[in-house]
């Protein structure tokens, strides 16, 4: 008997360890025409391969339980299947068609790997290549081509996104999927996160307390990191911009290689630019900005499991176009040498996903260091501060039926800040934070047409600090604190499919963010302004209800948005007509019940008459006002961008060849918050061209922008510039260059 039992057991062994759980097929175009070079890729897997000169794939060892396969080719609408596996060979043929318009994405910001479509939160994807990024320094910016995102900016290289309104700490910002921390809280601090390695932004526009916590009170910017090379190959790029308007440049190259299991890459990236021109020619003094990054991972693939490990170290100088500056600047210069600041963020993470059967578990973990300097005088720091955060999660996804998923997860957040040197001024305390949360979210497809999601979550939070000064210096001294915060957030969401081109979407959201460090404790001069933080603040709370339309055929796309969104205690910073005995402006931390509204338009139409043109249009609308009537601070004016684009595949000698012309309008802004001053219209244009072109073996990318055509002179609602009365980057003509290389491990 024990023989027959051990026999069992072996044959059971070996059909697990041997089972492969294989995925092959064959590419074809609507003609039944092969395919080569097609990519198929398991986006929770990190894992893809290419099909080969006769359409043919094969990917092994995938895990058990439903997984979902994106097959995709350029030019060519993508197609996202969901497929089941259990210890069996699947063979799987995909016909792709060709399309002009690509009608949706595999997302993963949702807590859920699926479509676009699929999700009951409406996620909007931006991909990021050479014709979006290469016109312009300022990363941020690209941003702003999403409806419903808009910039504080001082210049190129200090800019804050800003979704349906809100900004800084009501916005979460996620590296790759971490919650990224680097002194956000502050118009004046840069995003932190550049373009180097980034494939696409998620974005989720709205309350997202439910999966992230708080800071999510006003959406999610999710930055994903590139695709790893598919299986058997070594491949890389260079790229290289070059900006009229700052003398600037840009330098990034980067390669990868993944083998069946293993697979990594490395990036390494610089930017130099002078201070900007202005509309009209002169210059922007200290707006100048430097930065260099590293960035390495690699990653194990099996069918147990994905195991990956990212680092990131970027430092920038970062000049701030302040009046001391200002007036000690006489010419113009790409050097950091007075009043600048100087971060350097490193960001070490690790994220796993296990499969065990139908059950899958994310165990992911985070350690990041930011130090903020703040330089006056030459080799003077004024504040120097170190912000050191540990991040960790599990998330277990329980066993799926095809139309339901569930997942229950546990966040835990430890952080600390430190000021370093004893240097003059100590803006924040020492502190320390912690947070705990738990959460639970279900999603559910009734009748192949309703998806229906829902989740609830709490959070345990905890803010002490130590003391600074002595109680005999009233200007310095703050007293330690301790806070306890405990908040529910949740939600309640569907997605009506009416049919495959027509969807009804409809969200409530319940969220919070608990005061932060700055707005409870600081006391300081900040640039050129001394602020106060109020202890006694309380978390704001938000309550947004939105609903959403989506139209699709061959060659039209139409998104229609509007959101409600009432925010109790809605935190900001506010003068307060007093100054210091030095005459600085005094600024301090208040908080008021508060709404926002508004909404998004987008038509994307491709002519079938010209195959060639397309024609791209898209609105933004938000109102923000306190109750007692004044308006918000930092609320974008309307806006109107129109873009018509003419491409084509081959062109004499040319590949993918195009040329654009937009333009980008700002509609009057006169609902001025008390600190504001109200903003006059105006319109940019824009003009693009580029193509690839073939030099024996080799494909080389080359474009050429001009943003902000005609030289306009003008000044955006949102820019801090105002305040030393500058005006915003003028005509900017770029050149970008992008050469890819690589090979084929046979």
């Known amino acids: 008997m024990k023989r027959v039992q051990l026999i069992c057991a072996m044959i059971l062994l070996h059909a697990f360890v041997c089972a492969q759980n294989k995925l092959s097929g064959k590419i074809t175009d609507q003609y039944n025409l092969p395919l080569e070079g097609a990519a198929i890729f398991v986006p929770e897997m990190a894992k893809g391969t290419l099909s080969d000169e006769n359409g043919n794939y094969e990917l092994l060892d995938l895990p058990k339980g439903l997984i979902k396969i994106k097959f995709s080719y350029l030019g060519y609408a993508s197609r996202i299947e969901t497929l089941k596996f259990d210890g069996k060979n699947v063979n799987l043929d995909i016909s792709l068609e060709q399309a002009a318009i690509e ?35 300022n990363f941020t910016e690209v941003l702003t081509r999403v409806p419903g995102v808009d910039m504080i900016s001082k210049g190129g290289g ?18 790759n999927g971490v919650r990224f921390e680097n002194y956000q809280y502050s118009s004046h601090h840069p995003l932190g996160i550049d373009e180097f390695g980034i494939e696409s932004v998620e974005i989720i526009k709205g309350p997202a307390s439910l999966l992230f916590g708080s800071d999510a009170i ?34 990034n190259l980067g ?42 991972n690699a990653g194990f693939n099996n069918k147990i499991g994905s195991f990956k490990l990212f680092y990131d170290f970027n430092n920038q100088k970062l000049g701030l176009a302040e009046d001391e500056a200002i007036e000690a600047i006489s010419k113009r210069g790409r050097d950091n040498k007075i009043w600048y600041q100087d971060m350097d963020n490193h960001l070490l993470s690790s994220r796993n996903k296990i499969y065990f059967g139908a059950f899958k578990l994310d165990l992911n973990s985070a350690w990041q260091s930011t130090v903020l300097s703040h330089i006056t005088d030459e080799d003077n720091i004024e504040i ?25 997860g546990f966040q835990g957040l430890n952080q600390t800040n430190t000021n370093l040197n004893d240097r003059e001024t100590k803006l924040l305390p020492d502190a320390y ?6 959460f639970g979210l279900m999603q559910h497809k009734f009748f192949n047409k309703l998806e229906f999601q829902t989740g609830v979550r709490y959070d345990s939070k905890t803010i002490s600090t ?39 979407r409809a969200n409530y959201a319940a969220a919070f963010r608990t005061p932060n460090l700055a707005e409870l404790t600081s006391k300081g001069q900040h640039e050129l302004r001394f602020e106060l933080g109020d202890p006694g603040l309380i978390p704001e709370n938000a309550f947004e209800s939105d609903f959403s339309i989506h139209y699709h055929i061959d060659n039209i796309t139409l998104d229609i948005a509007a959101f409600y969104n009432i925010v109790n205690n809605y935190i900001f910073i506010s003068p307060t007509g007093d100054t210091t005995s030095t005459g600085i402006p005094i600024y301090k931390y208040k908080q008021s019940d508060s709404y926002l509204y508004g909404g998004e338009a987008g038509l994307h139409y491709h002519p ?87 030099m024996k073996n080799q494909l080389i990318a080359l474009s050429i922008s001009a943003n902000n055509l005609l030289d306009k002179k003008y000044t955006g609602h949102l820019s801090t510039l105002k305040e030393v009365d500058l005006y915003d980057p003028g005509r900017n003509i770029s050149i970008n260059l992008k050469i890819p290389f690589g090979s084929i491990v046979k």
């Open 103 to 137: 009608a949706e994405e595999i997302v993963v910001s949702g807590g859920y790997s699926s479509s676009q479509h699929e999700n009951a939160v409406k996620i909007d994807v931006l991909k990021l290549n050479p014709r979006t990024i290469g016109s312009t320094p």
């Open 158 to 175: 200090v800019s804050k996104p800003v979704i349906r309104g809100l900004s800084m700490n009501d916005i979460l910002v996620l590296n």
């Open 218 to 251: 006003g959406g999610v910017i999710n930055f994903i990191k590139e695709k790893p090379a598919a299986i058997g190959s070594v491949v890389g790029d260079y790229m290289l911009h070059l900006y009229s308007n700052t003398l600037g440049m840009t330098n």
């Open 255 to 296: 390669i990868k290689a993944a083998s069946k299991k293993i697979f990594g890459g490395l990036r390494l990236g610089q930017k130099t630019n002078a201070d900007f021109l202005q509309g009209g020619g002169a210059f922007a003094p200290n707006t100048r900005f430097n930065e260099l990054s590293f960035k390495a």
């Open 384 to 408: 120097q501060m170190r912000l050191a955060t540990l991040t960790y999660e599990a998330k277990l996804h329980l066993q799926s039926s095809g139309d339901s998923e569930y997942i229950l």
């Open 433 to 438: 934070i912690d947070n705990y949360s738990v």
């Open 466 to 504: 130590e003391p600074i000064g002595s109680e005999t210096d009233t200007l310095v001294y703050r007293k330690s604190l301790y806070k306890y915060y405990g908040s529910f957030s949740g939600s309640l969401g569907a997605t009506y499919k009416v049919s495959g081109n027509l969807l009804f």
């Open 608 to 694: 079938k008459e010209l195959p060639f043109l397309h024609l791209e249009l898209a609105f933004s609308k938000v109102v923000g006002k306190q109750d007692d009537g004044d308006y918000l601070p930092f609320v974008p004016a309307d806006k109107l961008w129109f873009e018509i684009r003419a491409e084509k595949k081959k062109l004499f000698f040319l590949n993918d060849s195009f040329v654009s012309l937009g333009t980008h309008t700002a509609f009057n802004q006169d609902n001025a918050a008390p600190d504001e001053t109200v903003t006059a219209a105006y319109t940019l244009v824009d003009l693009k061209a580029g193509a690839g072109i073939q």
